[in-house]
């Protein structure tokens, strides 16, 4: 037993004799019916000692406390500890050994860069550590042997550059791991093998290029997984093998030049996916193909990206949430980009760089959240729709860019006549056509059914008139055959012209045609021919 420890114990039988054991320090409050005392930024550079010995639950948090002395051996019913934001810069070894039903250790934020096997001794019944915002540097084997009913462990924010194989080792309980934010260069595979009841991992903001095969072999219960701003330029087509379990996943701000499609698509039970801030310059066609749980996914901040192909999300009809923010360069939404999504409820396209929208493009109706703020709109009459689609909704306003005199005014409640549509607006022209066509296939209607009723008459009709024709065609053919050239000649001018002669003039044309008929038939006499009865002509 050190002198301090001695010290402390005098201090603290002569307070008892004083009666004043349950002496609470200024900046405290103590609550002796529930057994808590919170000393938030009270300015203390020790643990007080004087408090009620009872005690469950204490709060040093935001103080100028250095060490963590024997006084925690007065308060052995511990359950809860939270020193964060002091300036411990060491743990010693069995510090809280005395806290045999302690739960809970929080020491975020302080200076500690050393911890060994014999810190966290003693304390069976530990289920939550936060270490995070500390000096850590490396976790060597066996670390945290003796926590293990630990469920959750915070590491973030340190300098962690070395997991040794065994640092995890008898962590069978664990099921939240933070390694986030620090400077790691590759996943400690080996020292995350063990860990067989992990349902969360963050392991982000660290420093690798690639995730390799198998990057996570034995964690099969996982469902959570983090990998946020990790250097990422490459991950290996098995690198999520036998992550069965897995239902979200985090790989927003890499450096991925593609959806990294077929390694995604060993994941079935995938509902959450975030692939923001990456390289990406198109979704295309199938790029989520696969992942036919999914149920949300957010492409954010996106700079290089600016289309969105047909049949982007075509495997993905249990989809529900689509946020699309923050993507500078995107303008275009391909036709069909957005088909066969028949769940989809929540739609964000806010801040990107849109002039229009198409009324195909979504079941706009059926959405129970639409944001599309901050988009460069052109409002003109092809936008009259969706200022009624916006106008019983509760979303955020959708300011006109384009033209000029519209600019800074909400899309929401613009008038036909200020869009330029008064007289053409869409939905009118679609109704006239509407109109225009029924008239024309009534009128089509009519005259079929008029027609099949009357067929036989136009029929018998018809056929009465080529008769006629035909019979008269030929009586004229007989008809011409009686007279010479000559002689049709003159009757089809008197035909056409049946202008009145002169007597004269026709009594001299009668008898020269006399003359001319006399003439044939004795020439016709001389050759043997029999001449034609006038009777005949």
Not at 283 to 308: C, I, Q, R, Y
Not at 388 to 413: F, M, T, W, Y
Request: net charge neutral; charged share 20%.
């Amino acid at each position: 037993m050190t002198l301090t420890t001695v010290f402390l114990l005098v201090a603290f039988a002569a307070s008892v004799a004083a009666g004043d054991a349950a002496f609470c320090p200024n900046g405290c409050v103590c609550d002796d019916e529930n057994l808590v005392v919170s000393c938030i930024s009270a300015k203390l550079d020790v643990v007080p000692i004087a408090l009620n010995p009872s005690i469950q639950r204490i709060v040093l948090r935001d103080n100028q406390i250095k060490i963590v002395d024997a006084a925690f051996q007065f308060y052995g019913d511990l359950r809860y500890v939270d020193l964060s934001f002091n300036h411990l810069f060491t743990i010693p070894d069995r510090g809280f050994e005395a806290q045999k039903q302690l739960v809970e250790l929080h020491l975020r934020h302080n200076k500690i860069s050393a911890l060994t096997e014999k810190t966290f001794h003693g304390m069976h019944s530990l289920m939550v550590l936060n270490l995070r915002n500390n000096y850590l540097g490396a976790l060597t084997n066996g670390l945290f042997a003796s926590l293990d009913k630990l469920e959750e462990l915070d590491l973030g924010q340190n300098r962690i550059s070395s997991v040794e194989p065994g640092a995890f080792q008898k962590l069978g309980s664990l099921r939240v791991l933070y390694l986030d934010d620090n400077q790691l260069q590759s996943i400690p595979s080996a020292a995350l093998a063990p860990l067989n009841a992990l349902a969360e991992l963050h392991i982000g903001l660290n420093d690798f290029s690639s995730l390799p095969d198998d990057a996570f072999k034995g964690l099969e219960r996982l469902a959570v997984l983090d990998v946020t701003a990790a250097g990422l330029d490459n991950v290996s087509e098995g690198a999520f093998r036998g992550l069965n379990a897995l239902k979200s996943l985090k790989l927003n701000a890499n450096k991925l030049r593609e959806v990294p499609t077929r390694q995604l698509s060993i994941l079935p039970r995938l509902e959450e996916l975030t692939l923001g801030q990456n390289f990406f310059t198109s979704l295309k066609g199938g790029a989520f193909k696969g992942l036919t749980n999914l149920k949300k996914l957010e492409v954010s901040g996106a700079t290089l990206l600016t289309t969105v192909k047909r049949g982007a999300f075509s495997d993905n009809g249990n989809l529900e949430i689509l946020v699309l923010n923050n993507n500078k360069r995107l303008t275009t939404l391909e036709d069909g980009a957005l088909a066969g999504l028949p769940n989809l409820r929540h739609l964000m396209l806010r801040d990107n760089n849109f002039i229009s929208f198409s009324e195909s493009l979504v079941a706009w109706s059926e959405l129970r959240r639409l944001d599309l703020s901050e988009n460069p709109i052109l409002c003109d009459c092809n936008m009259m729709w969706l200022s009624d689609v916006l106008a019983p909704r509760n979303s955020s306003p959708v300011i006109c860019s384009e033209p000029r005199e519209l600019q800074g005014k909400s899309l929401r409640g613009l008038r036909p006549d200020e869009l330029g549509c008064a007289f053409s607006y869409p939905r009118k022209q679609a109704l006239l056509a509407m109109l225009l066509a029924a008239g024309i296939a009534f009128i089509a209607g009519a005259s079929f059914i008029l027609y099949y009723r009357c067929k036989r008459r136009v029929r018998d009709a018809f056929k009465d008139y080529e008769w006629k024709n035909r019979a008269m065609s030929r009586k004229e053919h007989e008809y011409q055959k009686t007279f010479s050239e000559d002689e049709y000649i003159v009757r089809s001018a008197h035909a056409h012209h049946q202008q009145p002669l002169n007597l004269h003039h026709q009594q001299a044309q009668l008898a020269a045609h006399q003359q001319h008929l006399q003439q044939q038939q004795q020439q016709q006499i001389a050759s043997g021919i029999k001449p034609i009865p006038v009777t005949e002509l």
